[in-house]
């Protein structure tokens, strides 16, 4: 599984329970596109899992494009790049995912009966990217 099917995969579990996010109170921003996996190389040695994407300031969700922004320059790839470092990594080595890849409207670890209720169908395609990379340890 590459990461475009793991976005197009994402974006159906996003879309088939939108509904059900509606009804729960804590609806998914249908307006922004699921987040891909940081993946450079196939020689992955560590697999870094997040929550999910969606953070408090709502300007700045349209310009995440990938998992934990480590696309860009930052303090965030910074601190992980020093991480690689103490395991003898570097970024390319590593793989970036979310538990659930897309946004909702309020941060959902306020809401985490949504979470709950959205687990499943994520929890399987996290197992299926895992999976990818027997051999890698995992940060969570």
Known sequence: MNTSEVYLKSLTIRDNLKIVADIQGNQIDITLQP?????????????????????????????????????????????????????????????????FKYFYTIPPAQTIHVLKAHLQPNLELLKSQIALYPEAKIIT
């Open 35 to 99: 987040i891909k996996p940081y993946l450079v190389s196939d020689k992955v040695s560590l697999i870094i899992i997040g929550q999910d994407p969606t953070i408090k300031n709502i300007k700045v969700r349209d310009k995440i494009t990938h998992t934990l922004n480590l696309d860009k320059k930052g303090a965030l790839r910074n601190y992980i790049s020093e991480i690689c470092k103490g395991l003898e990594l570097n970024l390319e080595n590593v793989y970036a995912t979310n538990v």
